[in-house]
């Protein structure tokens, strides 16, 4: 039985539009009058009710979905838009990054500041907040740079400031690791020799010198013109005390650079080593030409005069140092171990005078003293004697001589 056509209405949800038919039926159906249509009548009201409900329900759940759907295609739309910008973005990057990425792959433009600047000149300012946002990343990867050009960077970009920063060192030290001798006339692989003058520069900083040499050597198979390699190399064998080698280095990045300081010192430092003073000698003496007042070759010539065994020179050095006011404590140990020379000196020169295990040597130095003592005090006597008798000077010469043999003998 279809409850919507005994109740005579439309497929309805509202439960009271149905609770009227039902009341309008019950006159006609009167559960006393007739008992059969009154149970046919609350049958159909019963179920009209629950399909009412059961409308109701899937209107709502109906409802629900659309605006579920809705949102799943205004999630979708901002997807999709957000993909969109992200692909612009990477593109934008991937652009940006390129620009980077071809100054960097030659190493001649890597190396020239005006690249650097006519490279961000070119930028819009959406690009340069983009650069800003991926710099850091891409010079983590790509840190081969001189101390010029990181200066350069970090200027522009504020690259110590942010704390994924990895080479912040080479910002705020100059470790000498220019291109300035990479001759752009010769076919080579300088992207290889740079890796391995940087591995050669690293093992040396972390005082690995039999590393540093063997990186060297492989970078000297591809390229051996680099004046800071050379200083590696140089240091690395000197750390090493392959003073022959060493000074072989030295002398090489001298040949590129012949005032270079650092290199002069350690060079004249491997003559020393090695016994050859006047080499030293000089080497120092052009570092003092070129730097009057480096300390570091004033002290070198201290070295020069002890090997020698100059020990007045040195002494004489020493004072010279010391009365400039300069402080050190390498000068003060030699201060002290030339006052120590000194004492030991004179007490070596008593003990000769008054050695008691040889009393007649004692005696002949004793009698030696006293006649150079009496000649002192004679001395206005003896002047007359030999200004009335000239001839009596050549004695005197050979008296003089006689002491000073002596007088040596005795040191």
């Not at 612009?88 to 990054?97: F, G, N, P, R, S």
């Not at 970078?219 to 680099?226: L, N, P, S």
């Not at 070295?303 to 100059?310: M, P, R, S």
């Not at 000068?331 to 004179?346: A, E, G, P, S, V």
Request: hydrophobic share 40%.
């Amino acid at each position: 039985m279809d409850p919507w056509k005994f109740l005579g209405i439309e497929k309805i949800n509202d439960k009271r539009q149905i609770k009227k038919a039902y009341v309008k039926l019950l006159n006609k159906y009167h559960p006393e009058e007739d008992a059969e249509g009154f149970m046919k009548l609350r049958s159909a009201y019963e179920n009209a009710l629950k399909q009412a409900e059961m409308m109701k329900f899937q209107t709502l759940h109906s409802s629900m979905e659309i605006e579920e759907q809705l949102l799943e295609r205004e999630e979708t739309d901002k997807l999709i838009i957000e993909t969109e910008k992200q692909k612009d973005l990477k593109k934008a990057q991937d652009h940006v990054l390129g620009k980077l990425q071809l100054i960097y792959d030659d190493i001649f433009k890597r190396r020239d500041k005006k690249c650097w600047k006519d490279f961000f000149l070119e930028l819009s300012i959406d690009e340069y907040d983009i650069l800003r946002q991926g710099a850091v990343d891409f010079l983590n990867d790509n840190f081969h740079l001189s101390y010029e050009v990181w200066n350069l960077l970090n200027d522009e970009l504020m690259l110590c400031d942010n704390l994924g920063f990895k080479w912040v060192n080479f910002v705020k030290y100059d470790f000498g690791l220019n291109f300035d001798y990479l001759d752009n006339k010769l076919d080579c692989d300088y992207v290889k020799y740079i890796d391995l003058r940087f591995k050669a520069f690293e093992a040396f900083y972390n005082q690995e010198y039999e590393m540093a040499v063997k990186y060297a050597k492989e970078g000297y198979d591809v390229y051996d013109k680099d004046a800071v390699l050379h200083r590696i190399t140089g240091i690395s064998y000197y750390m090493l005390k392959d003073y022959i080698k060493a000074n072989k280095f030295f002398s090489k990045r001298l040949l590129i650079e012949p005032k270079d300081i650092d290199s002069l010192i350690y060079r004249g430092y491997t003559y020393l080593k090695n016994g050859d003073f006047e080499r030293a000698v000089k080497d120092f003496k052009f570092v003092l030409e070129i730097d009057s007042d480096n300390m570091e070759a004033r002290k070198a010539f201290i070295f020069c005069f002890e090997k020698q065994k100059k020990y007045k020179l040195a002494r004489k050095e020493i004072m010279n140092i010391q009365n400039d006011d300069f402080m050190d404590i390498e000068l003060d140990i030699l201060n002290f171990r030339h006052q120590k020379l000194n004492l030991i000196k004179k007490i070596k020169k008593l003990n000769f005078i008054f050695d008691k295990d040889k009393p007649f040597g004692m005696l002949i130095n004793l009698l030696l003293y006293m006649f150079l003592s009496l000649l002192i005090l004679l001395i206005p006597l003896i002047m007359e004697i030999l200004f009335n008798y000239p001839f009596l000077i050549i004695p005197c010469l050979l008296i003089y001589f006689i002491y000073k043999i002596i007088k040596k003998n005795m040191e």
